[in-house]
Structures are given as C-alpha cells and as structure tokens.
T-cell receptor, first 112, second 114 residues
Framework: DGGITQSPKYLFRKEGQNVTLSCEQNLNHDAMYWYRQDPGQGLRLIYYSQIVNDFQKGDIAEGYSVSREKKESFPLTVTSAQKNPTAFYLC???????????FGPGTRLTVL | AQKITQTQPGMFVQEKEAVTLDCTYDTSDQSYGLFWYKQPSSGEMIFLIYQGSYDEQNATEGRYSLNFQKARKSANLVISASQLGDSAMYFCAMSDQGAQKLVFGQGTRLTINP
C-alpha cells in the first residue's frame, strides 16, 4: 500500500534535547512538507522540499531543521532553540506542481 | 499574502440534515486552488474536495460539494445528509500560484447529533 508513515506516534522529550521526527513516503512524490498544529488551531508550515537536496523555510522555521537526502524521506529535527515545541506534527507529500497534499498520521511531541 | 478565514468555531447539526461550513479567502493571485480537509479525533488529515480558481463548475465528491463564489472570495463546503461519522474538525485551505504551499484556516469543529 502506498502512503506516508510517521514515527513515532508519540514522543516525549526533556527540555534542552534535540529530537528527530521521521517521515517516509512511497508515493514517488517529489514534494514533501512539515506542518505544526497547536490545540484548536490550523496547520502552520515549518519547512518544505520540492526536490532532493533542496528545501525552503515555511512560516515558522525557527528552531527546526530538515534534510532531504532521499526522495522518500524528509526528517524534521526539533532543536533546543524551539521555545514551545509541544505540538502535533504532520508530514505531507504531493506531486510537484500539483497542490493536493497527502498527509501522514502525525507525531505528537510533548516536552517534559 | 494569502489568508483563509473560517468564522464558525463550532457547528452542531442533527443527523441526516445538510450542513454548510463557511470559508472565505484572500489572495492577489489569479491562479489558485481551494481545498477542504477533514481531521477526525485520531489526527490524520483526510482530503475531501478541490476547486481550481478557473473551474467554472462547483466541485462535487459524493456527499461533499464546494460552493465556489469567486467574486465574493468564498469556498463553502456543503455536506448533504450528514452522518455521525462526519463529526470532526474541517479545514479550508488554499494553494499559492506556484502550487507549492498550502495555507490553512483555523478550522470548524462539526458535531453531528443523533
């Protein structure tokens, strides 16, 4: 089955630690995205990548970093510089040039 | 900059009734796309329906239709014959001219009562 997987589903982190969220897709999509969702809010774009080895900042990139070494993978690192990292993180992908995005199941990050 | 506004934080509807979820947008682009996504309590985002800015006909997908009024910059979602399983958060979104990014509204929580 084609789709997007995110792991882990739940993640707990101590303050001051970096943590990496995984996102993998087997849809052969060129474009991938990371969004953050806070309780009762819409999604805000963190980073996106249209092709391998290239990515752009979204609206709230501060405190986050990404890499795109493979077409299938777009991991997100939440660094200690992110002031309020507790949130729900969603990864998405799309065919380049087409804007319909397909989403993974999400990772819920809690900072203790 | 693009902006999506959803003015209904919550809606309560009786099962089998039709429901309209409001969405207005703001953009200076001539070419753009409008989307509706459903988010159940489990968290995943489920694509429902798409309308292109040059599409003359309103989009329909099963029980979902998009009431697109370009001059008023509105893209309301209509769900016919609502079901208990329709209870969820609903998000309106739009893509930019390059179809690279989506901008989301704040969402509407829909509750279907039996």
């Amino acid at each position: 089955d084609g789709g997007i997987t995110q792991s882990p589903k739940y993640l707990f982190r101590k303050e001051g630690q970096n943590v990496t969220l995984s996102c993998e897709q087997n849809l052969n999509h060129d474009a991938m995205y990371w969004y953050r969702q806070d309780p009762g809010q819409g999604l805000r774009l963190i980073y996106y990548s249209q092709i391998v080895n290239d990515f752009q900042k979204g609206d709230i990139a501060e405190g986050y970093s990404v890499s795109r070494e493979k077409k299938e993978s777009f991991p997100l690192t939440v660094t200690s510089a992110q002031k309020n990292p507790t949130a729900f993180y969603l990864c998405a992908s799309s065919i380049s040039g087409q804007s319909e995005q397909f989403f993974g199941p999400g990772t819920r990050l809690t900072v203790l | 900059a693009q902006k999506i506004t959803q003015t209904q934080p919550g809606m309560f509807v009786q099962e089998k009734e039709a429901v309209t979820l409001d969405c207005t947008y703001d953009t200076s682009d001539q070419s753009y796309g409008l989307f509706w996504y459903k988010q159940p309590s489990s968290g995943e985002m489920i694509f429902l329906i798409y309308q292109g800015s040059y599409d003359e006909q309103n989009a329909t997908e099963g029980r979902y239709s998009l009431n697109f009024q370009k001059a008023r910059k509105s893209a309301n979602l209509v769900i016919s014959a609502s079901q208990l399983g329709d209870s969820a958060m609903y998000f309106c979104a739009m893509s930019d001219q390059g179809a690279q990014k989506l901008v989301f509204g704040q969402g509407t929580r829909l509750t279907i009562n039996p």
